[in-house]
Nanobody, 122 residues
Framework: QVQVVESGGGLVQPGGSLRLLCAAS????????MGWYRQAPGKERELVAR???????TYADSVKGRFTISRDNVKNMVYLQMNSLKPEDTAVYYC????????????????WGQGTQVTVSS
């Protein structure tokens, strides 16, 4: 089974920046598709950013122009660069690995990480 771990969250002032990291393990050759989600207290979990193997990216309207999703293919890590942070961005951020390539083939796995807290406050 694929294990997913997020890191990089913390406390930041409005207008500041953070970079979230997502690492997957479990005999993965590459990540084809994944997404960043967030869940604020009392709110539903929502999509923040997503990419697929075709290099297509999707961003929530609330983060367009401020957040950037990217991947380091050598380290097999996925990142979410978060700039110009606002108090409304405060939430637990989750990484979800949607599709991976293994030696036996390509699989949809929908594996979630444990979440990392991002708090934007002055």
């Amino acid at each position: 089974q694929v294990q997913v771990v997020e890191s990089g969250g913390g406390l930041v002032q409005p207008g500041g920046s953070l970079r979230l990291l997502c690492a997957a393990s479990g005999s993965i050759a590459s990540i084809n598709a994944m997404g960043w989600y967030r869940q604020a207290p009392g709110k539903e979990r929502e999509l923040v950013a997503r990419f697929t193997s075709g290099a297509s990216t999707t961003y929530a309207d609330s983060v367009k122009g401020r957040f950037t999703i990217s991947r380091d293919n050598v380290k097999n890590m996925v990142y979410l660069q978060m700039n110009s942070l606002k108090p409304e961005d405060t939430a637990v951020y989750y990484c979800k690995i949607d599709r991976v390539v293994m030696r036996t083939g390509t699989y949809e796995i929908n594996a979630w990480g444990q979440g990392t807290q991002v708090t934007v406050s002055s």
